[in-house]
C-alpha cells in the first residue's frame, strides 16, 4: 500500500492540505465501491508530530512525525500564506527529510507557494517551478537558483510537480493517479471530485503542458475551452497571431504532439469524461465533442483507447 504524507506547518494553508487529503479519500471510495484493493494510506505529518497552527488560525493535529515516515510515494507540500514568505525559513529537519525522500524517489507535489520548499531542498536548481502570479517575482529573488513561473495548471521535473492554483492540485494528482491506477479510475476520480460540471473538467494528458510558451499555453486553453467547435490549423494559428507554419513547430515543440492530434486528444478525453458522468448517448456525447459523424468518433475512440465508446463506458476492455 502506498503511502501519501501532506506536510503540515506554522502558516501552511489548511485548504491546500485537506483538499490533498479530502481527494485520496474520494479515490479510497472508488476503490471500495470498485471492489479494488485499497492503495493509499493518507497521513499528515509535521516536523515532531505536535499540532500546527494554519494560516487561518485552526489548529491542525498530524497523524505522525517526519522520522516516522520512512518510505512515502508522494509528498505534498501545502502552500504557505503569502505574507509569511518575506520571513520563511525553511526548517533544516524538513529539507533533510525531503531530501532523502526525492533522492530515493518519492514524488512531491508543491502547492502555490508551497514551491519555497522545493526550491529551498537545492533539487530543482536550474529548473522550472510553478508557483501563484502574486509570489513569482518575489521568490525569483529570494531563490535565484531556480525560475519561477505562473502556471494554472502544473508543472513537472521529473518526479516532481509544482502548480499555481488549487485547480492544478486536482490536475497534478490526477495525472498521478492516472500513472498509477490507470486512465479510467483517474477518470472516475475527475467525474467524482464535484468540483465542476463534467463539460468543464480539465483534461488528463499528461506531460503536454510542461513546457513554458505562453503562446502556446494560451492556444491550448482556448483549444480546451472551444473543443467542440470546428478548429483548424488556420483557426488556431489566428489565435496564437502567427503563421500557420509557425504555430505548427512551436506547438509541436511545445506540447510533443501536433495540434490536430492534441485537439483529438482533448475531444476524446472529454468524451471519456461524459460517459462516465452522464446518461448521453454516444451520439449526443460524439456532438457534443465536435464530431457530426458518430462512426468516425467510434472508431477515433477505439483507436485510441483500445475499446469502444459503449464498452469503455461499462469498464469493459
Known amino acids: ?23 485520496f479519500r474520494i479515490a479510497a471510495l472508488l476503490e471500495k465501491h470498485l471492489g479494488m484493493q485499497p492503495s493509499f494510506t493518507v497521513r499528515v505529518v509535521s516536523v515532531d508530530g505536535a499540532p500546527v497552527s494554519a494560516a487561518g488560525g485552526h489548529v491542525i493535529t498530524p497523524d505522525a512525525a517526519l522520522e516516522d515516515v520512512r518510505a512515502a510515494s508522494l509528498i505534498v507540500l501545502p502552500a504557505i500564506e503569502g505574507p509569511r514568505l518575506a520571513g520563511f525559513e525553511a526548517d533544516a529537519r524538513v529539507l533533510e527529510w525531503l531530501g532523502q525522500h526525492i533522492d530515493a524517489g518519492t514524488r512531491v507535489l508543491a502547492l502555490t507557494t508551497g514551491a519555497a520548499w522545493l526550491a529551498a531542498s537545492g533539487r530543482l536548481d536550474g529548473g522550472l517551478l510553478a508557483t501563484h502570479w502574486a509570489f513569482v517575482r518575489q521568490l525569483g529573488k529570494r531563490y ?16 516532481l510537480y509544482s502548480t499555481g492554483s488549487l485547480n492544478g492540485c486536482f490536475d497534478a494528482l490526477l495525472d498521478i493517479l492516472a500513472r498509477d491506477r490507470g486512465d479510467r479510475f483517474a477518470q472516475l476520480c475527475a467525474t467524482h471530485l464535484l468540483v465542476a460540471d463534467p463539460h468543464r473538467l480539465g483534461p488528463i494528458l499528461p506531460g503536454h503542458r510542461n513546457h513554458c510558451d505562453d503562446t502556446v499555453l494560451r492556444v491550448q486553453d482556448w483549444i480546451e475551452s472551444h473543443h467542440a467547435e470546428p478548429l483548424t490549423i488556420e483557426r488556431m494559428a489566428r489565435q496564437a497571431g502567427v503563421s500557420q507554419r509557425t504555430f505548427k513547430r512551436r506547438f509541436s515543440e511545445a506540447t510533443k504532439l501536433p495540434p490536430n492530434l492534441y485537439l483529438q486528444q482533448v475531444r476524446i478525453d472529454k468524451a471519456k469524461k461524459l460517459l462516465l458522468a452522464t446518461q448521453l448517448s454516444v451520439r449526443e456525447i460524439a456532438t ?25 463506458r461499462e469498464g469493459a476492455s
Not at 144 to 159: D, I, K, T
Not at 289 to 311: C, D, H, Q
Open 288 to 312: 457534443g465533442v465536435g464530431y457530426e459523424n458518430v462512426s468516425f468518433f467510434v472508431r477515433l475512440f477505439k483507436a485510441r483507447v483500445g475499446t469502444t465508446p459503449a464498452r469503455w
Open 144 to 159: 535565484p537558483a531556480c525560475r519561477f513561473v505562473a502556471r494554472e495548471s502544473f508543472l513537472q521535473e521529473g518526479g
Open 1 to 23: 500500500m502506498e503511502q501519501i504524507a501532506i506536510l503540515a506547518y506554522d502558516g501552511c494553508w489548511a485548504m491546500g492540505l485537506f483538499s490533498a487529503a479530502d481527494f
